[in-house]
């Protein structure tokens, strides 16, 4: 507990006006000795809290990517607690929302299964675009997204990862078709996932409901029967997204 509470107390030391510090800041600002805040700021860097250019320290994209998801996801997380829970049970398979952070998505909340071989995954979690059926979803219904993603290129995480444009694109002409993604084991093997939409009543993409599961539990077919599912739960957020 005194370790987190002295992270916590030199993460506090960044704020807008004070973006960017140096060890010697740091110390001066908490009185804490020397090695310790080197050590800190050395663990910080590590799990990508801070990032480090030279001699100073700044928020690492960690920790960016919590902020944007806690500033995107209230209203989001709030309208989707009572429906994800629900698909949850139906499906009796891991269920996440998650919102997009340029070329990444950020998983800002789970409602894990309750069986023995699960999707495991965490609040804060920052994925990829490629090689998963809630960034399919996002490329598919934002053109910005698939942009970014580009940009950044696509990673080759398992022999299914679909890299190919023209695979990716015709992948994505599928999903904006049926109004939902699949993903059979392309960011890890024995991982598989589906995804749809979730629309304000603007007709903006805010983000992602997604099942994920092992990929014995959700083939195709097995995807197919849980769509309806999926896509009522993510008409059930949506509708309360002004």
């Known amino acids: ?75 989001l997380i709030a309208a989707s607690q009572l429906p994800v829970a629900e698909l949850r049970d139906r499906t009796q398979e891991s269920c996440i929302v998650y919102v997009r952070q340029r070329a990444s998505r950020v998983a ?26 809630a960034g399919r979803i996002f490329m598919a219904f934002e053109p910005a997204a698939y942009a970014a993603a580009a940009a950044e290129g696509f990673e080759q ?16 002409a599928l999903t904006l078709e049926r109004g939902w993604a699949y993903s059979a084991e392309e960011r890890e093997r024995g991982l598989s996932s589906m995804a749809a939409p979730l629309i304000d009543t603007r007709g903006a993409l805010v983000g992602a409901v997604a099942i994920g599961a092992p990929a014995f539990r959700l083939s195709l077919e097995q995807a197919e029967g849980h769509a309806p599912d999926l896509l009522a739960c993510a008409r059930a957020i949506s509708q309360q997204l002004l």
């Open 1 to 75: 507990m005194q370790v987190l509470h002295r992270q916590a107390e030199i993460l506090d030391c960044f704020s807008g006006g004070r973006p960017r510090l140096r060890a010697s800041d740091v110390r001066d600002a908490t009185g804490l000795p020397n090695t310790t805040v080197a050590r800190i700021l050395r663990t910080l860097v590590e799990e990508n809290l801070l990032q480090r250019t030279g001699d100073l320290y700044s928020i690492g994209l960690r920790v960016m990517a919590w902020s944007a998801a806690a500033t995107a996801g209230s209203d």
């Open 157 to 172: 995480f398992t022999e299914h990862t679909i890299v190919s444009p023209d695979l990716l694109e015709a992948d994505l």
């Open 108 to 133: 800002v909340l789970i409602r894990h299964s309750e069986q023995s071989i699960i999707y495991q995954g965490k609040v804060g979690q920052i994925l990829p675009m490629g090689g998963g059926a």
